[in-house]
């Protein structure tokens, strides 16, 4: 069974004990680790034993076939609740967990832990994701997709009304340009921001303290492959989403980075229509474009049309719900994407 976003809340709160099979999934591994560390306090409780929690993978089920259901029916050592948590990856372990729920469902076997199983990204076609769906009684399966701007804007709001600390103009939406798509590094980046912030007159985070906290490699490979599709150089953007790949950063990351910089061009570019001046448009938007990257900006929107940003904004939204939906691997969806906009590059 898959939850909704409302019961997904009350689940993390309160987890029904008929459930003994809690499936996380999705491309927000932070979000993942929240939402199971969430599961596992309230299940245990505040007087979790030393022998409460067994650690598995998909190589020890691989090793031993009846593990799993052993793990799922011994009885802790010291008493009171226990959880198993199973780290997995794809289906390699879509069959063992097939196999505990088809016993559990004929009452062959009598659990004595949750079955707590930590994946990532598992598209609707996934044998492990379909087997947890589709049990109604036994399993729950709970979806952690990437936080969008909204989650990221409220995340930080949240953090600093906490401390009694409050965003100076264009503040938040240049924090939130900057933040990762992965909720606990975010909520990690928030943290320590705040605390630079503590002792701020006014109690006012402003700009400035955002560029001198928040600024890594992550963030600045974000900036430089929207930078470089926006200026129709598909060997750098290439380039720049092999080297992402290999550093691990997450490909939604990078297509949330090249959405935020077309509709930023899309925004100046309707008010510069409208108004007849580019450096106007430029400096209506908040945040204001970095001076560093200015003339490439102004560049880009003189180059790309209305229209043109139209399109490339719906092959965008259209590249995340494939991302979400399809089995394709999301590197490969987004070089797509990168030969689309190429293709729609005016001819000067």
């Given at each position: 069974?898959k939850?909704s976003a409302?019961?997904?809340?009350?689940f993390l709160?309160?987890?029904?004990?008929?459930?003994?099979?809690?499936?996380?999934?999705?491309?927000?591994?932070?979000?993942?680790?929240?939402?199971?560390?969430?599961?596992?306090?309230?299940?245990?409780?505040?007087?979790?034993?030393?022998f409460?929690?067994?650690?598995l993978?998909?190589?020890?089920l691989k090793?031993d076939?009846?593990l799993l259901?052993?793990?799922?029916?011994a009885?802790?050592?010291?008493?009171?609740?226990r959880?198993?948590?199973?780290k997995?990856s794809?289906?390699q372990s879509a069959?063992?967990?097939k196999?505990?729920?088809?016993s559990?469902?004929e009452?062959a076997?009598?659990?004595?832990?949750?079955?707590?199983?930590?994946a990532g990204?598992?598209?609707?076609?996934s044998?492990?994701?379909k087997?947890v769906?589709?049990?109604?009684?036994?399993?729950?399966?709970?979806?952690?997709?990437?936080?969008?701007?909204?989650?990221?804007?409220?995340?930080?709001?949240?953090?600093?009304?906490?401390?009694?600390?409050?965003?100076?103009?264009g503040?938040?939406?240049?924090?939130?340009?900057?933040?990762?798509?992965d909720?606990?590094?975010a909520?990690s980046?928030i943290?320590?921001?705040?605390l630079?912030?503590l002792?701020n007159?006014?109690?006012?985070i402003?700009?400035?303290?955002?560029?001198?906290?928040?600024?890594?490699?992550?963030?600045?490979?974000?900036?430089?492959?929207?930078?470089?599709?926006?200026?129709?150089?598909?060997a750098q953007?290439?380039?720049?989403?092999?080297?992402a790949?290999?550093?691990?950063?997450?490909p939604?990351?990078?297509?949330?980075?090249?959405?935020r910089?077309v509709?930023?061009?899309?925004?100046?570019?309707?008010?510069?229509?409208?108004?007849g001046?580019?450096k106007?448009?430029?400096?209506?938007?908040r945040?204001?474009v970095?001076?560093?990257?200015?003339?490439?900006?102004?560049?880009?929107?003189?180059?790309?049309?209305?229209?043109t940003?139209?399109l490339i904004?719906?092959?965008?939204?259209?590249?995340?719900?494939?991302m979400?939906?399809?089995?394709?691997m999301p590197?490969n969806?987004?070089?797509?994407?990168?030969?689309k906009?190429?293709?729609?590059?005016?001819?000067?």
């Amino acid at each position: 069974m898959k939850l909704s976003a409302a019961r997904i809340r009350r689940f993390l709160q309160a987890p029904d004990p008929a459930i003994h099979v809690v499936l996380i999934y999705g491309p927000d591994h932070g979000l993942v680790r929240e939402r199971a560390d969430a599961i596992e306090a309230a299940h245990l409780g505040e007087v979790a034993g030393p022998f409460s929690q067994t650690l598995l993978n998909a190589a020890d089920l691989k090793s031993d076939n009846a593990l799993l259901q052993d793990s799922i029916c011994a009885q802790s050592l010291g008493g009171g609740e226990r959880i198993v948590r199973l780290k997995t990856s794809a289906d390699q372990s879509a069959k063992a967990v097939k196999g505990l729920l088809s016993s559990l469902s004929e009452k062959a076997l009598v659990p004595a832990a949750l079955l707590l199983i930590e994946a990532g990204d598992l598209s609707p076609r996934s044998q492990l994701r379909k087997t947890v769906e589709q049990e109604n009684h036994l399993a729950v399966a709970i979806a952690c997709y990437a936080p969008g701007p909204g989650d990221l804007r409220q995340l930080a709001l949240d953090e600093a009304k906490s401390n009694a600390l409050n965003f100076d103009q264009g503040a938040l939406e240049h924090l939130v340009e900057r933040l990762p798509a992965d909720r606990a590094i975010a909520r990690s980046e928030i943290e320590k921001l705040v605390l630079y912030a503590l002792n701020n007159k006014g109690g006012t985070i402003g700009v400035n303290d955002i560029n001198a906290i928040i600024t890594d490699a992550g963030d600045s490979n974000l900036d430089a492959f929207a930078l470089a599709v926006a200026d129709g150089d598909a060997a750098q953007a290439d380039r720049l989403l092999g080297h992402a790949v290999l550093a691990g950063q997450s490909p939604i990351a990078l297509l949330r980075a090249l959405q935020r910089h077309v509709l930023r061009l899309y925004e100046a570019k309707a008010i510069s229509e409208n108004r007849g001046d580019v450096k106007a448009a430029m400096a209506s938007l908040r945040p204001p474009v970095f001076f560093a990257r200015q003339a490439r900006f102004s560049a880009q929107l003189n180059e790309w049309p209305l229209k043109t940003l139209t399109l490339i904004g719906k092959h965008c939204l259209h590249t995340e719900i494939q991302m979400k939906r399809s089995g394709a691997m999301p590197e490969n969806l987004l070089a797509r994407l990168i030969i689309k906009i190429m293709a729609l590059k005016p001819v000067l």
